[in-house]
């Protein structure tokens, strides 16, 4: 696929099919998310990859968090966040109420919940950082789920970052055996996507250069 292409018709799914992914296909993602470049060449991420019934055993023990801890989506701001960010956020929340609707969900569950079990994809991929580093790593980890994305829809499957689960990295390390060392940074939902769910028909806007961009 175009790499142009690859880019403007990417969009995360929160929907996706019950059908298991190969092994290998897999693998070629995860090839192609570790050209993704870090400084010093550090290559500092580090991946769990959690599929079929594994996940399902993963998502359970994340909702189950979920409903005792109540530590909802946010954006993990450390003061209020500017007007025109803020403004973002609300906007497109009230745009996928519409979709949630249609399928007889509130907004707070789907999303938190839908999280929790990454949105029912059949592979999730726990993305983590050794905590030596510092947060300039954080970057590099970035830049790789930015080419994990691109790999995956150019390969035909759909993703979607999941950061609530960052909350829930106790019940992470403790079933998937992941040092008390390493940083559960993010997720990714990785499968098929369910374009008959009405979910898959929300896309969120995005704001104009003259919004983000300050010629000198």
Same mark, same amino acid.
């Given at each position: 696929?175009?790499?142009?292409?690859?880019?403007?018709?990417?969009?995360?799914?929160? %929907?996706?099919?019950?059908?298991? @992914?190969?092994?290998?296909?897999? +693998?070629?993602?995860?090839?192609?998310?570790?050209? *993704?470049?870090?400084?010093?060449?550090? /290559?500092? $991420?580090?991946?769990?990859?959690?599929?079929?019934? +594994?996940?399902? =055993?993963?998502?359970?023990?994340? &909702?189950?968090?979920?409903?005792?801890?109540?530590?909802?989506?946010?954006?993990?701001?450390?003061?209020?966040?500017?007007?025109?960010?803020?403004?973002?956020?609300?906007?497109?929340? +009230? %745009?996928?109420?519409?979709?949630?609707?249609?399928?007889?969900?509130?907004?707070?569950? !789907? @999303?938190? +919940?839908?999280?929790?079990? !990454?949105?029912?994809?059949?592979?999730?991929?726990? &993305?983590?950082?050794?905590?030596?580093?510092?947060?300039? /790593?954080?970057?590099?980890?970035?830049?790789?789920?930015?080419?994990?994305?691109? *790999?995956? /829809?150019?390969?035909?499957?759909?993703?979607?970052?999941?950061?609530?689960?960052?909350?829930?990295?106790?019940?992470?390390?403790?079933?998937?055996? &992941?040092?008390?060392?390493?940083?559960?940074?993010?997720?990714?939902?990785?499968?098929?996507?369910?374009?008959?769910?009405?979910?898959? /028909?929300?896309?969120? #806007?995005?704001? #104009?250069?003259?919004?983000?961009? =300050? $010629? @000198?």
């Amino acid at each position: 696929m175009d790499a142009l292409k690859t880019i403007t018709e990417r969009r995360s799914a929160r %929907a996706f099919q019950p059908v298991s @992914i190969p092994k290998e296909m897999v +693998e070629e993602i995860l090839g192609l998310t570790v050209n *993704a470049p870090s400084g010093n060449n550090l /290559q500092p $991420w580090e991946f769990v990859v959690v599929m079929d019934e +594994e996940k399902d =055993r993963l998502s359970r023990r994340l &909702i189950k968090a979920y409903k005792e801890k109540q530590i909802s989506c946010g954006s993990g701001a450390v003061k209020p966040l500017p007007k025109a960010t803020r403004q973002r956020g609300v906007q497109t929340l +009230e %745009a996928m109420k519409t979709y949630a609707d249609r399928i007889g969900a509130s907004i707070d569950s !789907f @999303i938190n +919940e839908g999280s929790c079990n !990454f949105y029912g994809a059949p592979v999730a991929v726990i &993305i983590c950082l050794d905590d030596c580093f510092s947060a300039r /790593q954080m970057v590099d980890v970035g830049t790789a789920v930015g080419y994990m994305v691109l *790999a995956a /829809q150019a390969s035909g499957l759909a993703t979607c970052p999941i950061g609530l689960i960052t909350d829930y990295a106790d019940e992470i390390k403790d079933l998937l055996n &992941i040092p008390e060392n390493k940083k559960v940074v993010i997720g990714v939902a990785l499968g098929y996507p369910d374009r008959e769910n009405p979910m898959a /028909q929300f896309r969120s #806007s995005r704001a #104009s250069l003259s919004e983000l961009v =300050r $010629w @000198i």
